[in-house]
């Protein structure tokens, strides 16, 4: 989901860094708040996390591949707000570094794979634990569906920024059934390995899932083993 | 809330992890283009792309300049990238704690392994 720059035109491009720029200060402002002591190297532990899975794209059908986004694994472990910030610091490193995305398309790739994922997937989570149990169980769940939802999410905002500023000439109709299509199955991926993650978290250091600090202690540890009450 | 693994090897294990998976896991990944590149091609898009800026940077492309093997260059870009992901994550997070935070005092308890600085924020 990296888009180079010349996808989509100047105008829109300044825009979509404007509304980049707009949303991580938000997050920035918002995020202080829900950081304590741990939840600093805990942030620079899923950005770092977040990087290496980014690296492992997986396939899908028809020659083409995926790789996790991981805007809602950390937001699920950190809030929506810190969350969207791992994602944003690893795309300006991709792109800095490693010459991952394009300079000019930073802000639509900050948009679409760090405040849609982190943000609106987040909502998603937040409405899917409504109805789901409330057990680690259904945390997971929400976790790994929220997750595929929120890669459907980002393809169809790169979709509408095609439709609003995209320099080739294929019709916005195909390019935005292309995308979701494909951005389906890489969102079955995108489900599994949250899902995954947030399980193995939960089953280590529940108190460390943000999404999870409702749970009962006594559901998040039934089958405990060295029980250090905190 | 019960915890099985105390903070400080919880990090060092989420560490070793991601080390593992770009030393190891990162050279074997799929190399067919990515959901919106094919699109791109698909749709007649991708003659627009533009070579990027710092495509001539040392670790353009996840490869580290140099080291000919392929596997191992990009494991060690990954692992590059995994530290410098961390320590500016770090910083600003530790940053945005000390400019934007507020005191917590409904917050955990530290556990053994946190410094004992005091948590309040100017």
Redesign the interface.
Known sequence: ???????IDAPTSIAMGALAAGGVGLA??K???D???????????????????Q??????A??????LMGGVLAAVLLGPW?GS??VT??V?????????G??TALGFNVVNMALVTALGGYLVFVGLRKVLPKTKGGVVVASGVAAGISVVLT?LA?SLEYAIG?????SVA??TT??VS??VL?GIGEGIITALTVGAVL??????VWGARDLP?AT??PD??????? | ?????G?GL??AL??V???G??LF??PR????????E???E????I????D????D?P????AVKGVDDEALS?GL??L???????????A???A??R????S?PD?????SS??S?D?A?A
């Open positions: 989901m990296h888009a180079p720059d010349g996808f920035l402002r995020a202080g708040a950081l304590d002591e741990k939840r600093v190297p805990l942030a620079g532990l899923v950005s770092a996390f977040i990087f290496a899975v690296m492992l794209n997986f396939p899908v028809g020659g083409t591949s995926g790789h810190v910030l791992c610091v690893v300006v490193v991709q792109a800095l570094l490693f010459a991952d394009g300079l393809s790169f995209g320099t080739g000439g294929a195909t390019v292309s995308m494909v951005h890489i089953a280590s250091r529940p108190d460390l202690a998040l540890a405990d083993l060295v029980g250090a009450a905190s | 809330m019960r915890a099985r693994v903070f919880f990090l989420g560490l992890v991601a080390a998976l770009v896991v990162s990944a799929s190399s067919e283009p990515d959901g919106l094919k699109v791109a698909d749709e007649g898009f003659e627009g792309a533009e990027h800026a710092l495509a940077t670790t353009a492309d996840y990009t870009s990954g590059i990238g995994i530290t410098i992901t961390f320590a500016a994550a770090g600003l997070f530790f945005v704690r400019t934007g935070g507020r917590r917050g955990a308890p530290p556990t946190d410094s600085r948590g924020a």
